[in-house]
Structures are given as structure tokens and as C-alpha cells.
């Protein structure tokens, strides 16, 4: 009888079996994000892991951009599909300046033939930045997996506690089944901490975290921004900074729900709302953490997008163009910080300065508070609410150089490929355009 026992490879496999059997049990006894809690509830499972494939449905809306038919709404009408639930659907208008051209109209002409109902759309007259109309409306909820027909600033909606991605190439598939696959994203955290100087708002803190990170350095993870700044920013701001989440190449942004998530999405939906938290163990691919006392105004010149650096750095180059509006900046606050700025001044006389409010809602609200009046006194040119230059609307010429609020400084983004574009806060583009030069905010805002 051999009574030798097992050889060191064989016991080598056994130990190897038994501490991957041990990870596991961690792994399943570790806390949860709060975006692998979204997912398990999207997915009708008690808990997912990062890396997981998982089938999921959402409880919210789904909505379109209405200016011209998308590629999901083509796809589904070529497979002779319906749509899963008509109802869901939602169609906004105001991606586009030409909104009553071609394109919008056989986009009606396609949610008509769909069976989207008539009180779906929102129409011009009530347009704007549809991802500014979908927050207004709280489409996208706490806790929830929220599906958008539109672009990558859908992150934007992040700040109202949900998972907010855009349904990019699955659109037509989603919109006949009403589920999709995901894959359960690495989430990094990015702890803000401490009080911004004056003149500084969330778009300088956006753009130095970015600045920090650099263009890919978040390669289709989910950003969670944490901190007491976070927890001490008004819900304008919130948007603001999960906006962009796609310029460090990160797939959405997050902020958890908490006091002041809540109170905004509950006076605007009756939908029931069930928040979610991660865990304070939870698990992070990356956490960072940034003081944002320090941080300057902060300016992205062309042609990077992560490029971000202190005003000072940048400060007295002449500008001829400048933009105040788009999803990251388009909101009453931004409206009231440029007011404050433009109060009693005028915009220099070589330089356009175009503002757009971000939806109509906000327009009235602006009038309500005088500072339209302010605007047209500054000499400001008002447009519709839309996407308006930072979907292209601008039109530059190619000696241009452009300071916005817009999300993209692409050589060509507006027009002429020779053009300049610079991206900076509402207060950095009202005090350029007075100046006619680029110039730091502080000195028109009082301390």
C-alpha cells in the first residue's frame, strides 16, 4: 500500500483552490459602491462584482434628443421592431439651434408611427439642453440605472445619485427589448475637501481635478466625488462637476443622494425615490483626494482637453469671442455669477459675448430676477436655449479666439479648425469679455 502523501504540485493546486475559495468569500463579505448596489438592483440580483456582465433594465425614462432621428431610432425601425414601452419615452428638443428644421420633423414623424405619447415631448417653447431638461424633470433618480438616448454629458445627471450612461450602440436593441448588458465598472473616488476662494466655482475645481488626472487617466471607470465641498454644493454646482466625466475618458460620473439630492428630485418627480449609499468599506480602483482652498481660477487652453492650468498662466491673451451656456454651465446659478459681473458694465466693443440659458424654465427665471435686463444693458447677445456654440452654433471665423463655458476645445468644435478655443467658469468668460482679454474673476467679485 503507497501511504505517500500528495507531491508538491499537487499540494501547490490544493492551497491555490482553497485561498481563491477564501477571496471569494471576501470579495462577497467586502462593501459595496454605490454603483455595484445600482447594478445589483438593476439586474434583480443581491449583489454584483466589478467586472461582472449582468442583464439590466431601468426604471426611469428614456429619453431622445429630438433635432433629427439618432442611429437607435433608425435601428429599430429596420428590424420592423416596437417599442418595448412608448410610454417611456421621452423626446426633448434644443440639442440644435435649426430645432424646426428637417430633422425635428421626421423625428415626430418617427415617435408618431412608434405610438410615443403627445405629452412625451417636450417641445420648443419649453426647450433646451435636454440634459438640463432631463435634471429639471428628475428623469434620472437616486439609486437607480438611468438610460439616455443622447451623449456622453449625460454623466451630468450623476449628480442626482443614479447611474447615468448614454445607451450609445445598443440604443436600437434597448429601446425594442427594454434591457441591455453592462459591465460593471471599476469606480474611482475623488474626495474634494475644504472651501474655494472667492471667484473660484466648480467648473475651476472640475478642471484642475481633470488637469490632475489627464485625458485618459480614468479610462471607463465611474468618478464618485466625495468630500465636505461635495457635501456643501448646491445642486448647480453638482452638475457641473460630474458633467464632463467623459474628458478624463471615464464612462459617467456620480455624486451620492443625499439631503440636498433629495430635496431637489422630490419637488420635481412624484416617481418613488429610493436612494442608495455605498458601503464605508466599499471598494475603490483609485481614490484621491484634492484640497480645492488653493485652487485658482483655472483655464483649458486648446488644443488638449485636460489641459487646465491657473489663470495667471494664461492671463491678458486677447480674445474676440467668448460663450456663456452647454450642460456643464447653463444653469441659473452660472446665469447669476455672469449677472453679477455684467452688472453695470459693458462687454468690450471687440468682443461677442452670446449667453444661453440652458432651458426655458431658467430663461423665465432670469427675466423673473432682472438679469436679462442686465444682459442686454451689458450688450450681451441672447440665444434660445440650446446647445448652442458648444454644439457648434457659434460659427467661428479663423482668426478667432473663443472663451466659453462649453465642454469641448477642439480644434474645428465651432467652426473654423484655426480658431482658438478656451474653456473656463462663467465668471472667467463675463470679466474676459468686459476685459477684452482673459482675466481672473477676483477682481469683480467681492470677498
Not at 477564501?22 to 434583480?44: D, F, P, T, Y
Not at 456643501?232 to 443622494?257: H, V
Amino acid at each position: 500500500m503507497d501511504l505517500a502523501g500528495p507531491g508538491p504540485e499537487e499540494v501547490h493546486g490544493i492551497l491555490s483552490g482553497l485561498i481563491e475559495i477564501v477571496k471569494q468569500k471576501e470579495a462577497n463579505m467586502s462593501g459595496k459602491n454605490v454603483i455595484q448596489k445600482i447594478l445589483a438592483r438593476a439586474s434583480g440580483r443581491e449583489s454584483v462584482e466589478t467586472g461582472e456582465y449582468l442583464m439590466v433594465k431601468s426604471n426611469c425614462p428614456t429619453p431622445c434628443q429630438g433635432d433629427s432621428l439618432g442611429r437607435g431610432n433608425d435601428q429599430i425601425e429596420k428590424m420592423g421592431a416596437k417599442l418595448f414601452d412608448p410610454k417611456r419615452v421621452r423626446i426633448c428638443v434644443g440639442k440644435s439651434l435649426d430645432a424646426p428644421g428637417e430633422g425635428r420633423r421626421k423625428f415626430h414623424q418617427w415617435a408618431e408611427r412608434m405610438g410615443v405619447p403627445k405629452e412625451n415631448f417636450v417641445e420648443l417653447g419649453q426647450h433646451g439642453v435636454p440634459h438640463i431638461i432631463c435634471g429639471e424633470h428628475a428623469w434620472a433618480r437616486p439609486g437607480e440605472l438611468y438610460f439616455s438616448m443622447t451623449n456622453g454629458a449625460t454623466a451630468s445627471l450623476g449628480a442626482l445619485g443614479g447611474f447615468a450612461v448614454t445607451l450609445s450602440t445598443e440604443t436600437g436593441s434597448y429601446l425594442a427589448m427594454g434591457t441591455t448588458w453592462i459591465q460593471v465598472p471599476e469606480v474611482a473616488r475623488f474626495t474634494l475637501t475644504g472651501k474655494t476662494q472667492p471667484g473660484v466655482f466648480a467648473r475651476d475645481v472640475f478642471e484642475y481635478t481633470l488637469g490632475k488626472v489627464g485625458d485618459i487617466g480614468e479610462t471607463g471607470r465611474v468618478i464618485l466625488y466625495d468630500g465636505d465641498y461635495v457635501s456643501n454644493l448646491g445642486m448647480n454646482g453638482r452638475f457641473t462637476l460630474c458633467a464632463q466625466a467623459i474628458c478624463a475618458s471615464a464612462w459617467t460620473a456620480i455624486i451620492e443622494p443625499d439631503k440636498v439630492t433629495l430635496k431637489y428630485v422630490k419637488s420635481r418627480t412624484n416617481e418613488r425615490v429610493l436612494p442608495l449609499n455605498g458601503d464605508p468599506d466599499a471598494e475603490y480602483a483609485e481614490h484621491l483626494t484634492f484640497d480645492v482652498s488653493n485652487i485658482d481660477p483655472q483655464v483649458a487652453p486648446p488644443p488638449r482637453r485636460a489641459s487646465g492650468t491657473s489663470i495667471s498662466q494664461l492671463a491678458g491673451k486677447v480674445i474676440t469671442r467668448a460663450g456663456i451656456g452647454s450642460c456643464a454651465n447653463g444653469r441659473m446659478d452660472d446665469m447669476r455669477v455672469a449677472a453679477s459681473i455684467l452688472k453695470g458694465r459693458e462687454v468690450h466693443p471687440d468682443v461677442t459675448l452670446s449667453i444661453c440659458p440652458g432651458s426655458m424654465d431658467i430663461y423665465l427665471q432670469a427675466l423673473k430676477e432682472g438679469l436679462i435686463e442686465t444682459f442686454i444693458k451689458a450688450r450681451v447677445l441672447l440665444l434660445t436655449p440650446s446647445c448652442a456654440g458648444c454644439g457648434g452654433g457659434y460659427t467661428l471665423a479663423s482668426d478667432d479666439v473663443f472663451i466659453g463655458t462649453g465642454t469641448v476645445n477642439h480644434p474645428g468644435r465651432m467652426g473654423s479648425d484655426t480658431a482658438q478655443i478656451f474653456l473656463a467658469s462663467p465668471a472667467t468668460v463675463a470679466a474676459s469679455a468686459v476685459e477684452g482679454r482673459i482675466t481672473d474673476p477676483r477682481k469683480f467679485i467681492m470677498r
